[in-house]
Structures are given as C-alpha cells and as structure tokens.
C-alpha cells in the first residue's frame, strides 16, 4: 500500500462517518435483487458541464464506504469484507457506473448510497434502498388459455405449501386451464396445466352455396353444391340435411377439422320446380351430449326458378269443350312459373294470332275472349307464357262451336229405295223427324239415322211425295227442315223384255221371264176400237208365275205366264211389270197370222155355233157328210190331231233367255210352248226359217225358229 493509498484511506475512514440523509442529500431508489442472484447498483456519475470531470467516486453500505475510486490518482479501494472472494467489480468507463454485486447475500440487504465529487460540480449522492429477496411464500395464479381467471391468494395447512381450488363457470372458450405459482417477478412463474375436453354443440351452423348464388335462386334443373359449416363443435358432429321435411341421405359427404373444432358437409342438390320455396334445413347433431341441447341448425329457402308450365282451361266448363254457337267463351292460360310470366302468345291450329288483325280484339294478355263464338272459331287453341328462364307452351285444347242441324244443299235425296236427309251440324245430330205426304196419304216417321229405307213406309209410293225432313243434335232442333218433292217412277221394274205369245189348250197365253225387283205382273188385252183408230184395253188381269220353272243350275229362272183368251186380228196383248212404285211400261205383242191362223176353229165349229136350233132337222144328213169328210180330213191332218202345233210368237229373247231355253230343250219340246227366236228390240223383220219348219215331219228337237216380230209401242196407259 502506497502513502497515497492510505492517505485515501484515511480520508475514507473519516468521512465513512457521513450518514445519507434521504432526500436532502438525493434521490433514494427502490430495488430488489434474489439472494445468490447478482445485483447492479447504477450511480449517476454525469456532471452536466462539459468540462467538469469526476475526481471522486465512494459507494457506501449504510454509513460504511465499500469501494473508492479517485480519479486523479486513478486509484481504486474496495473492502475486503464486502468485497468478498472479488464479487464486486465497476465499469468506471460508463455513464452512469454500475457498481455489480454477484452472490447476494441476505445481510447485503441495506440502504446504500454513493457519493461523486468533480472538479465544478458540487457533490452528488445518490441512495438506493435494496431489498435482498429470500424464499417468499408464492402466489398462486389461475389461467383459462392465456387469460387470468383466479388470482385469489390462499393458504394451505401444509408448512410451506400453498393450494388455490379453482372454481370456474365453463364456457365454449375454455379450453387449457393452468395454474401458474410464483413469488417473485425476478423469476419465471412456475406452471402445471389440464386440457379440458369440452363437449360442444355447434355455437353457428351456416349455409353456403359452392357457386356465386344470390338469395338462394336456383334454376329448376341445374345441379348445385351446397356446403354446411358447423362452427365449434367437438366432438365430430352427425350433420344431416333436410328439403322440406325429407331427409337427403345421397349426394353428401362430411369433414371434420379437430384443431379448428369445425365440422364441413357438402351436398349436392338438383332442385326441382317443386322445390321452390322449399326449406333446407343443415342439421348437425353431437351424439356425445345429451338429446335436447345437442343440436344446432341453419335454414334456408330456396327460391327455384323454372321454365313457365303452362296449361290452357276454358272458363265456362261446357261438356266437352263445346261451346254453343253464339255463346260466349273465354280461355286461360294458366301458368306455373318462377320468376313470374311475363309475356303470353296465343296460338290458333298452330298460327300465331297475336299479330292476326282478325284475332287481335280476342286476346288480353293471358286470356282470349271471344265474345260471339262462330263455326270459324272451331280449333285448337294454345298459347305460350315466358319469363327470364324460358317459355313453356301449353297442350293445345280443342274448342268446338256447336249448332243446330241445318239443311245442305242436297236436301233430301232418294238413292235406290233409301232416302237420305243431308243436314250439317255439330255434333251430329240424333234424331230425325219425317214427314211423307203423298195426294192422299200422310206418315211420319222417326228415326235416329239419316237414312231412311222405303220399306219401312207404309202408305204407297207409286206416285210422288212431299218429304221433309228435320233433324235435333242436342243442342237444338233444325230450323227450317229440309223438303223435297221426290218421284219414284225409276224404282218400278223394266218392262218385261222377254215375252213370248202362245196358242195352248185353246187360249192365247203370254209367258216373260221375270224381270229384277219386280213384285207381281199384269196382262192386258187392247183390241181396235172400231169407231177411231185407237187401241181400248179389253181385258186386265194379274199374271201369276208359271208352273212350270225353268231352271238353269242351281239359279232359279222362272217364267210367269198368264192367260188371255182369245185375240183377234189386230189385238195386241201387253205385260207389265209391277212393285209398290207403280208398274213398267207396258210391253205390246201383236199375234202373228199364223198364230192367229193355229187358233182358228173347225169350219164346223162355225155351224155348230151358229144356228144350233134352226139346223137340228138337219143335223143327221150333216152329220154323215161331216163324218166322211172328217175321216178324210183326219187322215190328212193326222199328225196335227194327235200332236196339236203350239204356234208360237216369241219376242225379245235376248242371249241369257236363249241359252236357258237352249238348256232346258227338251222340257221346252215336250211342254210345245216355246221357240227360239233371235229378233231384239221389236224390229219388224220377215219370217224366216219358215222353209226348215215345214220339213219337219214332227216337232222335234231342235224345235225350228218361227219367228214373227212386231213393232213394239208405247203403252197408252
Ligand atoms: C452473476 O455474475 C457472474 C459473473 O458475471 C455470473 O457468472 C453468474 O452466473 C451471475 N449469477 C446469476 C445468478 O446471474
Ligand atoms: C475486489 O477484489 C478483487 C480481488 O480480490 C479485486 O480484483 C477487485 O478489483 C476488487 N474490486 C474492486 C471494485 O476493487
Ligand atoms: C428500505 O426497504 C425496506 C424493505 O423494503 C424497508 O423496510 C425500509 O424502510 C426501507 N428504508 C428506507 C430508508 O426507505
Ligand atoms: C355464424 O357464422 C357466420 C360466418 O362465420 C357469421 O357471419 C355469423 O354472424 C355467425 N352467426 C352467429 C349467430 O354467430
Ligand atoms: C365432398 O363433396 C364436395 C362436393 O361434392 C367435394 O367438392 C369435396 O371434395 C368432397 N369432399 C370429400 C372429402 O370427399
Ligand atoms: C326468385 O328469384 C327470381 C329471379 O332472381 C326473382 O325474380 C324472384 O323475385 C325471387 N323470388 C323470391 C320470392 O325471392
Ligand atoms: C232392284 O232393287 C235393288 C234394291 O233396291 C236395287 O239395288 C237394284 O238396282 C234394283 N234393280 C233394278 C234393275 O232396278
Ligand atoms: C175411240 O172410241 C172409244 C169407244 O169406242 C172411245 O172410248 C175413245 O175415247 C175414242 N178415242 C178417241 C181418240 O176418240
């Protein structure tokens, strides 16, 4: 130790008697430090002016200087009793010096102070007042995450030990609970902590569409994908998807995010235009908590466009869609659409009518009135309703405009024996009233058909008839019938054609083969009336169907034939044909001479019949000279007398009758009362064949042809 040193020393060892008075004599700082940790005393050793220096620099522990350092000697002091195994040190160079104290110990707690001198500078103290922390009893602290919840101190009957209960309310947050202890900010807080497994039903279940949708709009058809976020929820929720009371079992599939504690399902979902207003409800269910608080749902309602579904109704319900000529009738267009119809189109037979000048004072938006229905009317109507989606048409309807039945052109017409009454109306109609009159007779008839056959008309018809007709359709009866005046004349039978004149068994006889649809015939007889020149029916009767049939294979021909008497030179016979339409034509056969000739009497006969009384004197010498000349007369004649000659007239034979006769020849020889004959149609010819006829010996077959024709005339009847 140097003079100087312990002049210092000295110095120190006076003045170490100078006590710090707090606050007189400077600041006093507060300042704790561990036992065993170390500690830094700071002084202020600045002297503000610029050229001042430090000379002086004393650390005292309460009224005992620890450390000196006199800068002008650049000497430094420390005690040996503090400064114990060199745990003091100083950083002279720094401002302000800090004095560091390691390895505290419990005694170093004190008030200490140091004390700096300069050259200008009045002397500076500065006190600090250092606690030395031992073992303090810590505190105990409770933390929710990293939130404080409970800093409740409390004691424990434990020597040394203190315990805290933590009684804290669960939230949705609570998640890590710690408990931190400790007594000192010095040192990091000792910790324990407890994760808690916290059931949670979901706190927010949201709704979210994949795609860019606005106020859930869909369009009926298209395929979306929604998702469903089930927020804070543990442990992995059952999430289920509901459209209107209807689970979705399909199209979905779920995710679980355990560190986020959310929950995600998608679901696809093609809406339909049923689905529109729909709610879809995302219901997600924890199955670890209880029924009744376990579950949160998010709900929506879909608003699902779609194409207009468009039908047409009439307004007036009528049977059938049928509306009543001159009624008025009003169609809709009833439309199903979302967003609402916007725009309607009308259609009539597939023709647009809204630009139609005829259609236009019909049809307001989407109705069509028609305020006076005609026949033109009658159609399919249909419309068309569009909106932002699309349009939609309508099946058309049929509109049928009824009325009462009306007469056609055609009237009443007559067609074979059937008469028909030509009527339109619609429907058609159902019933049909007759009304026949003739000059005397009257029949009404009813019937359902508009035809009506002439065989279920009683009175008679060979003359004309007034026929009306009138027709009812169930929507009302026909105003003005329909009438005509009809005659029937062209349903009486053809005249007989095919006639033939005979001379047998003592009488002219006239046989036809039958003509088509005739019901029964008539012979007359006209002779020449002998003051004019005119033929006067003699004699009228019916002619009856012969006996004899000629049959052709299994087709029944028959002839009818009928008996006339006698007839003279210049008679003619007739046959007709008749039905209930009057008879034909009369068809006129004049008898050849010979004929006439075969149907001579006896020269004898003529006596016998002339004056039987007068000659009866006589009788016997007439009788033997009409003996012998019999004898010789009959030896001439033989042939004749035993086998009378049928003389015979035929006329208008045409080929059927010819080859049915040449069929039936032998039955034709046999009966002698027919030839065969080529003439047609009443052209007067000559004879011929005459020559062949007389050469034969007998009439055998072939039978020759003696043929005489005659003129035909008209009947005068
Ligand atoms: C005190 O200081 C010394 C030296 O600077 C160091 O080795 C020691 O670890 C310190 N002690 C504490 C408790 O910080
Ligand atoms: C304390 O003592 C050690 C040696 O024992 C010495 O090196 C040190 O400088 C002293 N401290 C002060 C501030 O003088
Ligand atoms: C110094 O600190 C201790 C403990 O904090 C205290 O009891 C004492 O009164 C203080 N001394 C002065 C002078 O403030
Ligand atoms: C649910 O979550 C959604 C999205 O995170 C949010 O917008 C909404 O406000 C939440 N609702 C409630 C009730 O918390
Ligand atoms: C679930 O479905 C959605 C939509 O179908 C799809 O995007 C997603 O990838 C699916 N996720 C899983 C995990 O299958
Ligand atoms: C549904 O969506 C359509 C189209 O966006 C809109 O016009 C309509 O107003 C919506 N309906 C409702 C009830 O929101
Ligand atoms: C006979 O009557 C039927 C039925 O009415 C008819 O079809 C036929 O044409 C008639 N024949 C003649 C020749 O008039
Ligand atoms: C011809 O005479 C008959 C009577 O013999 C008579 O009925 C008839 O009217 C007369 N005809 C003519 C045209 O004079």
């Known amino acids: 130790m140097s003079v100087y040193q312990a002049l210092i020393y000295f110095i120190l060892i006076l003045s170490s008697i100078y006590a710090f008075i707090i606050g007189i004599d400077g600041p006093l700082l507060h300042q704790e430090a561990l036992e065993d940790d170390n500690t830094t005393l700071y002084c202020d050793t600045t002297s503000g002016i610029s050229e001042d220096e430090l000379t002086l620099l004393v650390w005292y ?6 450390y000196s350092y006199d800068a002008r000697s650049n000497d430094e002091w420390s005690s040996l009793t503090f400064n114990i195994s060199g745990r003091l040190s100083i950083d002279i160079s720094k401002r302000p010096t800090p004095l560091y104290i390691r390895s505290l110990r419990a005694d170093d707690e004190a008030l ?20 030395v922390i031992g073992r303090p009893p810590p505190h105990i602290s409770w933390y929710n995450g990293e939130v404080l919840v409970d800093a409740s101190g409390s004691e424990s009957d434990i020597p040394n030990v203190r315990q805290n ?7 949705r947050d609570t998640n ?4 931190k202890a400790t007594n000192t900010v010095l040192s990091a807080p000792i910790s ?6 916290l059931y949670l039903s979901a706190s927010n279940v949201t709704i979210h569409w994949l795609k860019d949708i606005q106020s859930n709009t869909l369009q009926a058809g298209n395929t979306y994908v929604v998702k469903c976020t089930a927020y804070e929820v543990y442990p992995s929720p059952d999430i289920a998807w509901w459209l209107n009371h209807k689970h979705l079992t399909q199209y979905s599939n779920q995710t679980w995010n355990h560190i986020t504690k959310t929950a995600e399902s998608y679901l696809q979902l093609s809406p339909t235009m049923k689905d529109d207003r729909a709610t879809l409800a995302c219901v997600t269910t924890n199955p670890a908590m209880p029924p009744g608080k376990n579950s949160k749902a998010d709900v929506i309602t879909l608003n699902v466009t779609y194409v207009p579904i468009v039908e047409v109704s009439t307004v007036e319900s009528g049977k059938l869609n049928g509306v009543i000529e001159n009624d008025t009738f009003r169609l809709i267009c009833d439309v199903k659409a979302n967003p609402r119809a916007d725009r309607f189109m009308w259609y009539f037979n597939n023709t647009n009518i809204d630009e139609n000048q005829d259609w236009q004072e019909y049809v307001f938006g989407n109705m069509l009135i028609i305020k006076k229905a005609f026949r033109k009317h009658t159609g399919q109507y249909s419309c068309i309703a569009k909106n932002s989606i699309g349009e939609g048409e309508a099946e058309g309807i049929n509109i049928t405009v009824l009325y009462a039945p009306e007469c056609t052109n055609n009237g009443v017409s007559l067609i074979n024996e059937v008469i028909t009454c030509h009527v339109r109306s619609v429907p058609d109609p159902n019933s049909f009233t007759w009304y026949i009159r003739t000059d005397s007779q009257f029949e009404e008839l009813t019937t359902k058909s508009p035809s009506v ?3 279920i008309v009683t009175i008679s018809l060979t003359k004309t008839a007034n026929i009306t007709c009138g027709a009812k359709n169930g929507i009302a009866k026909q105003q003005k019938p329909c009438t005509k005046i009809i005659s029937f004349k062209h349903l009486r039978p053809k005249t007989p054609r095919q006639c033939d004149l005979s001379y047998e068994s003592n009488q002219f006889q006239i046989h036809c083969i039958p003509v088509e649809n005739a019901t029964h015939y008539e012979i007359t007889v006209w002779r020449m009336s002998t003051s004019n020149a005119s033929l006067i029916l003699n004699h009228k009767s019916a002619m009856g169907f012969d006996a004899q049939a000629l049959t052709r294979n299994a087709d029944e021909v028959w002839r009818v ?5 006698t007839l003279s030179e210049g008679d003619e016979a007739g046959a007709t044909a008749c039905n209930r339409y009057g008879c034909s034509e009369i068809l006129l056969l004049r008898p050849t001479e010979k004929l006439l000739n075969a149907a001579k009497l006896p020269w004898w006969y003529f006596f016998l019949d002339k004056d039987v009384g007068i000659i009866v004197g006589g009788v016997l010498l007439v009788v033997l000279f009409v003996m012998s000349t019999a004898i010789a007369v009959c030896a001439v004649r033989r042939s004749r007398v035993k086998q009378p000659v049928p003389v015979i007239q035929v006329v208008e034979i045409d080929d059927l009758t010819r080859e049915i006769l040449n ?6 020889v046999r009966s002698s009362c027919s030839l065969r004959s080529r003439n047609s149609d009443y052209l007067e010819t000559e004879e011929v064949g005459l020559t062949q006829w007389r050469h034969l010996p007998v009439i055998l077959d072939p039978p020759p042809p003696d043929v005489t024709l005659t003129r035909h005339r008209e009947s005068p009847v």
């Open 561 to 565: 034939g009928g008996q006339l008497g």
């Open 453 to 455: 056959s002439l065989s």
């Open 165 to 171: 209960e933590l009684y804290l309310p669960l939230t």
């Open 176 to 179: 890590r609970i710690t408990c």
């Open 663 to 668: 069929s039936t020849r032998d039955l034709k």
């Open 61 to 66: 522990k309460g009224d005992e200087s620890i």
């Open 112 to 131: 200490y102070h140091c004390r700096v001198e300069f050259l200008l500078t009045p002397t500076r103290y500065t006190g600090i007042n250092l606690t």
């Open 192 to 197: 324990s902590y407890v994760d808690i497994e």
